[in-house]
C-alpha cells in the first residue's frame, strides 16, 4: 500500500507561517502529479495546490501569493509554505499523490488560524 504521513500543522496566529511536510512511502520520481486538499469544519474538501515531477505549480485562488508547494525528489517529501495565514485557511490538510490513474491520501494535519 502507499503510505503518506503527514506533519508540521499547528495552532498560528493571523499573519504567521508554518509549514507542511509530507513523506510518501515510494519514489516520488515515478509520480508526477502531487499536492494539498484542505478541508475546513463542516465544509468540502477543497484543492489547495498541486506540482508535477518538472516542478509546475498551480494554486487555488484562495491561496495564490501566499502559500507555496514544492517537492525534495530524493527525500521523497512534498512540502507546503504557508505564510500570511488567515482564519479562512482553518483546515484539516491532506497531502494526495495520484499513480495509475488512482489518488493516495495523507491523514491529515490540522492547521488552525486563530488569535
Known amino acids: 500500500q502507499v503510505q503518506l504521513v503527514e506533519s508540521g500543522g499547528g495552532l498560528v496566529q493571523p499573519g504567521g507561517s508554518l509549514r507542511l511536510s509530507c513523506v510518501v512511502s515510494?519514489?516520488?520520481?515515478?509520480?508526477?502529479?502531487m499536492g494539498w486538499y484542505r478541508q475546513a469544519p463542516g465544509k468540502q474538501r477543497d484543492l489547495v495546490a498541486t506540482?508535477?515531477?518538472?516542478?509546475?505549480?498551480n494554486y487555488a485562488d484562495s491561496v495564490k501569493g501566499r502559500f507555496t508547494i514544492s517537492r525534495d525528489n530524493a527525500k521523497n517529501v512534498v512540502y507546503l509554505q504557508m505564510n500570511s495565514l488567515k482564519p479562512e485557511d482553518t483546515a484539516v490538510y491532506y497531502c494526495?499523490?495520484?499513480?495509475?490513474?488512482?489518488?493516495?491520501w495523507g491523514q491529515g494535519t490540522r492547521v488552525t488560524v486563530s488569535s
Open positions: 506540482i508535477t515531477f518538472g516542478g509546475s505549480t
Open positions: 494526495y499523490i495520484i499513480r495509475r490513474g488512482l489518488t493516495y
Open positions: 515510494e519514489r516520488i520520481v515515478s509520480i508526477n502529479t
